[in-house]
């Protein structure tokens, strides 16, 4: 350690100086004697500068510094004493001797310093051996002046006899004596006294190397002990036999930074410090073991940490303290206890019975959950009970009769010996338990129980669902596919079968009408009726909204599918009362054939399809076989589709204007545009050939937004006493940006208001009647005028009425047709006139084409007409000379001219 280099430089001084005393008093042994100074110089020199260095202090770097230059300076001086006559008597020599005992002092003091700043704790041990050895120096200094003047008395006694040799012998001894072991020993003659110098000179050698190697092995034994001490891990304290420090590492510094009470810890005395109120001077302990040979304590400290202090007494009566940081432990320890705390939790609160065996089929582990799945107490089931024993309770407790062995023998069915798995077991309450079996890696076996009762049944109802009908409880399009797979390969060993695809006619309306709560019970409805028209072995399915399907087996030919279609259609269009409401619905079938109209999944469906759109555009409430000119007829729909997106992305539409006169100004009052395709190979196709085919693939938004701008764009050319009516579908109306796009079209086109008047039909108002409403309110408001075109033909147009003001009503053209017929429909246009004059309304009569309908409609009170009569639909350019031949009275003399013509 560091601070025996220091006391050793302070032992080499001091034999320095006794040195230096005996040049004095001996001036003849000078050359030996400052050998020796030199020597114990350069000892001293390497001795502080190791001290300095291993207790790595700025402080005692500094003071190794000071006492190296001190000492240089020291042997200077004792260098320039003796170097005039060698006796050490001038005057000069006096002050030399103060600067060397200033001199002493100040190597003294630094080497002290040194001491102190190397030694700590032990400086009090320091001061008390400087003392032994300045006492040991004074005794060797009056043994040394005893001996010399023993010697001068023996000298002077032996002067004449033995003065030369023995001088000789002498010089060696005290050379010995003095500990210069390099001291040189002349050879003596053959005499006793040369003897006594080969045995000294032998004598000095051995003592040599006996010291050499004794400084070595001591100087190697400290260097290793120091570098163990300081790199430990543990705090390593020593205290001697009255209590004090004699050493201690750096570790246990630190420590003992930490809490003074460490270096005399009583491990058998408990305090309990709050963490928030301890200081460096208090800790936490606790005793955890006491033996024969020590005893052992833990302690925290304030900063949390904790330590182990074992105590093992020493042989000089001292101890020795140890100090290991086990904070890791404690946190694992902490860890360990927390985890097991949440494991008793989930535990207890799992959903899951469990019960865990060891390699001897021994219960070791059971939560509560396990007992209330089988309705067991706990006092039943306890850790030590066998796996049978286990068993023997579950059994009385939920399984009535049946017994161990017969549990057993069921869990055997299902799950062999020794093998993880799961299975299913029934309770006398009708529950179903799941039992999963798994071995563990010590021979054991874990057993986990979880009710699935609940999850049974939702299982099935998912199973059903997804296999049926919400609504109707049939079987939906994917059990109707697997039984149409079922069905083709019946139908490979012989067995035809027929396919049907049926849709409620006028379905929607009712819906709209009624209300979905209606709705919804005619679809059950319909359902029972149609499962009461076939046999068992045909299958009932629904495919969605108001489609449903047939599968008749075992069909032989035509006149089987066509006699069920006939029930089918005949059942289903007898009325209904539902909810209070008689209701009366048809339905359209088609029909296909196997294997005559195909032997797939996919074709079958798509023939049975096709012949159902052939049954509806027939006049609904009927039936149709599939017929290969279907499929031609789909073929040429599908191209009419192709060449409408191509047409709207080439803008091949054209809008014509029909005129609107009124009768009582005897005018023009406005057009109305009107939608035609002219298509380069089919020439020119009229709206309905088109019109419902762009409805269905979503094209009447974008389609009906082109003809809004194109009419608007075009009528603001016109005269500003026209007005432009403009046909707006129901898809339209809805949409929320309908709205927005009249606001651009008329900002677009700068046409007034006014001026714009959109004719809508009666199915616009079905559905979301309130949200309709409340755009069409919008639109007035904003000056629009509100037509309802095609007024009488629908189910509730006085309910409309009610609900909203219109500006103008149009007769359907099929009551103008008949006005004039003796059991015509001029009651009905006369009942709609009276209803318009009463409601402050304008009526129109569409498809005026005779001067008698004229007459009858103009007798009836109808504000306006429009038809063939006064002109046929032009193209814009012919705007202005259909003005012009229809202009104020020119127009009469042009009717009465055509009339006599």
């Given at each position: ?5 220091a006391?050793?430089?302070?032992a ?8 230096s005393?005996?040049?004095?008093r001996q001036?003849?042994?000078?050359p ?5 100074i030199?020597?114990l ?6 001795d502080?500068?190791?001290a300095?260095?291993r ?6 770097a500094?003071a190794?510094a000071?006492a190296?230059e001190a000492?240089n300076?020291?042997v200077?001086?004792?260098r320039?004493?003796?170097q ?5 008597n001038?005057e000069?020599?006096?002050?030399e001797?103060?600067?060397v005992?200033q001199?002493?002092?100040?190597v003294?003091q630094?080497?002290?310093l040194l001491?102190n700043?190397?030694a700590?704790?032990?400086f ?12 040991d120096l004074?005794?060797?200094v009056?043994?040394l002046?005893v ?10 006694l032996l ?8 001088a ?17 020993i002349p ?12 045995a000294?000179?032998k004598?000095r050698?051995?003592?040599r190397?006996m ?6 092995q001591?100087?190697s ?9 300081e790199?430990?891990?543990?705090g ?6 009255s209590?004090?420090?004699?050493l201690?590492?750096s570790r ?10 460490l270096v005399h ?7 309990q410090?709050p963490s ?8 936490t ?7 024969v040979?020590g005893?052992?304590?833990e302690?925290?400290l304030p ?5 182990r202090v ?6 000089e ?7 290991s940081?086990?904070?890791s432990?404690?946190r ?11 494991l008793d ?5 799992m959903?899951q019975?469990?019960?865990?065996y ?8 059971v939560n509560?959950r ?8 706990p006092?039943l089931?306890?850790?030590?009970m ?5 068993g023997?309770?579950v ?6 009769g049946?017994?161990?062995?017969d ?22 309450d ?7 079996h798994?071995s563990?890696s010590d ?5 986990s129980?979880?009710d699935?009762?609940?999850q049974q049944?939702a299982q ?8 049926h ?5 049939l079987?939906n ?10 069905a083709v390969a019946?139908?490979?060993?012989g067995s035809g ?8 006619d ?17 679809l ?11 046999r068992?072995i045909?299958?009932v ?6 489609e449903f ?11 089987d599918a066509?006699?069920?279609a006939?029930r ?12 209070g ?8 079938v ?6 005559g109209?195909g032997?797939?999944?996919e074709?079958?469906l798509?023939?049975?399809d ?7 555009a027939?006049?609904r409430?009927t039936w ?5 000119a279907m499929?031609?007829s789909?073929q ?6 192709l060449?409408l997106?191509?047409a709207?992305?080439k803008?091949?539409?054209?809008l014509?204007?029909?005129p ?5 100004m ?19 196709v ?6 419902p085919?762009?409805?269905?693939i ?14 608007c ?21 809805r949409d929320p940006?309908?709205a927005?796009?009249?606001a651009?079209?008329?900002d677009a086109s700068?046409?007034?208001?006014h001026r ?8 616009v108002?079905?559905?979301?009647s ?5 755009t069409l ?8 005028s509100?037509a309802?075109?095609?007024f ?13 003001p219109?500006?103008?009503l ?11 017929a003796?059991?015509g429909s001029?009651?009905?246009?006369r009942?709609i006139t009276?209803?318009?004059k009463?409601?402050g ?8 084409e005779?001067i008698?309908q004229l ?8 504000n ?5 009569l006064f002109s046929?639909?032009v ?5 202005a000379?259909t ?5 104020g ?7 009465s ?5």
């Open positions: 350690m560091s601070i025996n280099y006391r050793a430089a302070g080499d001084f001091a034999a320095m100086r006794v040195a005393s005996h040049v004095t001036p003849s042994a000078r030996r004697l400052d050998d020796e030199d020597k110089a350069k000892t001293l020199s390497e502080v500068t190791i300095a260095e207790s790595q202090s700025a402080r005692a500094k190794a000071k190296k000492a300076a020291w200077a001086i004792h320039r004493r003796f005039a006559d060698g006796t050490g001038n000069a020599s006096a002050r001797i103060d600067d005992d001199l002493s002092n100040v003294n630094q080497i002290e001491v700043y190397t700590g704790d032990g009090l041990f320091r001061q008390r051996a400087l003392a032994a050895i300045k006492r004074q005794l060797n009056v043994a002046t001996a010399l003047l023993l010697s001068g008395l023996f000298s002077w002067a004449r006899r033995i003065i030369g040799p023995v000789i012998a002498s010089k060696a001894a005290r050379s010995i004596a003095d500990g210069d072991l390099n001291a040189d050879r003596g003659s053959s005499d006793e006294l040369g003897s006594l110098l080969a000294m000179r004598m050698d051995n003592i190397k010291v050499d190697r004794e400084v070595a001591r100087r034994a400290q260097a290793r002990l120091s570098d163990a001490l790199n430990s891990r543990e390593i304290v020593l205290l001697d036999a209590g004090q420090i004699a201690v590492n246990a510094s630190e420590f003992i930074g930490c809490s003074s009470q810890p009583d491990p058998f005395r408990v305090e410090v928030d109120e301890s200081t460096g001077a208090e800790i302990q606790r005793k955890v073991s006491r033996d040979e005893s052992a304590s302690a925290r900063d949390g940490r904790w330590l074992s105590r093992s007494p020493t042989q009566g001292g101890v020795i303290l140890v100090y940081d086990i904070t432990l404690k694992q320890e902490a860890e360990l206890h927390a985890t097991n705390l949440r939790a989930a535990l207890s609160h959903s019975g469990l019960c865990l060891d390699s001897e089929a021994r219960l070791q582990v509560r396990f007992c209330e799945i089988f309705d067991l107490s006092e089931v306890a850790p030590g066998t796996f049978e024993e286990v023997l309770s059994a009385a407790g939920s399984h009535g049946q017994t161990v062995p549990l057993l023998a069921e869990r055997e069915k299902i799950l062999p010996r020794h093998e993880s798995g799961n299975y299913l077991q029934r309770l006398n009708g529950r179903v338990i799941s039992i999963g798994r563990t021979g054991g076996l874990l057993v129980c979880e699935v009762t609940e049944r099935s109802q998912i199973t059903f669902m997804a296999r009908d919400d609504l109707t409880r079987p399009r994917t059990l109707f596919a697997e039984r149409i797979e079922h019946e139908a490979g060993r079968f027929a396919v049907f695809c049926l849709d409620l006028n379905f929607k309306q009712i819906n709209d009408t009624l209300g979905h709560p209606v709705g919804d019970g005619l059950c409805a319909v359902a029972d009726r149609l499962s009461a028209c076939v068992e045909d299958t399915a629904r495919l969605g909204g108001d399907a047939i599968i008749q087996s075992d069909v032989q030919n035509a006149a066509e006699r069920l006939r089918v259609v005949e059942c289903i269009g007898a009325p209904y009362e539902l909810n409401h008689r209701v009366i619905v048809g339905c359209s088609g029909i296909a054939l196997a294997p109209d032997m797939t999944r074709m079958l798509k023939n049975a096709m012949a159902l759109y052939r049954s509806k027939g006049g409430g149709r076989f599939f017929e290969p499929d031609a789909l040429s729909r599908r191209a009419v589709e060449d997106r191509e709207m992305d803008d091949e539409f054209t014509f204007y029909q609107i006169y009124d009768l009582r005897d005018r023009i009052s406005g057009f109305e545009a009107l939608l035609r395709w002219p298509h380069p190979k089919r020439g020119l009229p709206p309905d050939q088109f019109i085919i762009a409805e269905d979503g094209l009447i938004t974008p389609l009906g937004e082109w003809v809004l701008n194109r009419a764009e075009q009528a603001a050319g016109w005269p500003s006493e026209f007005k432009i009516a403009v046909n707006v579908s129901a898809t339209q109306i940006r309908f927005e796009v009249i651009n079209a008329l700068t046409l007034a208001p714009l008047e959109l004719e809508i039909t009666e199915s108002l079905l559905g979301n309130a949200e309709t409403v409340a309110h919008k639109l007035k408001a904003q000056g629009l509100i309802l075109d095609d009488g033909t629908g189910y509730s147009s006085l309910s409309y009425l009610r609900s909203f219109f500006d103008k149009k007769i359907d053209q099929s009551f103008v047709r008949d006005a004039t003796t059991n001029k009651l009905i246009v009942a009276s209803l318009g009463s409601l309304i304008t009526i129109t009569a569409e498809g005026v005779t008698e007459d009858q409609i103009r007798a009836e009170g109808c306006e007409a429009q038809g063939f046929r639909p193209p814009a350019t012919e705007i000379s003005i012009l031949n229809l202009r009275g020119l127009a009469r003399r042009h009717l001219g055509a009339m006599t013509g």
